[in-house]
């Protein structure tokens, strides 16, 4: 019998590449930002959606103001929500003495008392809430982000309480960007607990 003669067939080989550790670190450091800025990113799609008045393009620039943001997990976003809430509670509290010197007329500067009152207490309850985020006692950073999360609407239920005055707020768009920036800290310190 004739023997069948075998075609035989080239090995295929996987093509391999040379990749030097610079390389390798290279794309490690190109993808590590994106895989990181979608934590920020999906946070603040959960926290619009269960507070839509935040606004999501509000929460992304805000917590992008910290350059930790980028690397940060759940709890660091909290960290750095809470601090930038501090820091913004900090600024009105200045802003507010501020228009007590330059405001002349009593009810105006009875309603700036009340807000300075406020948000003094404000920025005592957001540090409380810092150690006890440290300390990740998340049930009671919220209890504190909540009490600090008061501070504009009573600000500016000072304003409302004598409607025949004619004074609106000077603090109306300060009092809701502080709202806002504390409410990502309260909404976010929230789903860790």
């Not at 300075?116 to 150690?131: C, F, G, P, Q, W």
């Not at 501070?151 to 025949?164: L, T």
């Amino acid at each position: 019998m004739k023997e069948k003669k075998r075609e035989e067939k080239p090995i295929m080989r996987p093509l391999m590449i040379p990749l030097s550790h610079t390389t390798i670190l290279s794309l490690l450091l190109f993808i590590s930002p994106i895989a990181e800025a979608s934590i920020l990113e999906e946070t603040c799609k959960r926290v619009t959606a269960a507070r839509p008045n935040i606004g999501y393009e509000f929460c992304v620039t805000s917590l992008r103001t910290d350059p930790g943001s980028s690397s940060a997990d759940l709890h660091g976003l909290a960290v750095i929500a809470t601090r930038l809430s501090l820091a913004d509670a900090t600024k009105m509290e200045s802003r507010i003495d501020q228009l007590m010197v330059v405001k002349s007329k009593p009810f105006l500067k009875d309603c700036l008392s009340v807000c300075s009152e406020v948000y003094s207490e404000a920025i005592d309850h957001l540090n409380d809430a810092i150690r006890n985020l440290e300390a990740r006692l998340y049930r009671e950073t919220v209890t504190f982000l909540s009490a600090a999360l008061d501070a504009p609407d009573n600000c500016e239920d000072a304003f409302g309480d004598d409607a025949g005055s004619g004074l609106s707020s000077p603090l109306a768009k300060e009092d809701e960007d502080y709202g806002r920036l504390a409410d990502i800290a309260l909404t976010i310190t929230a789903s860790l607990g």
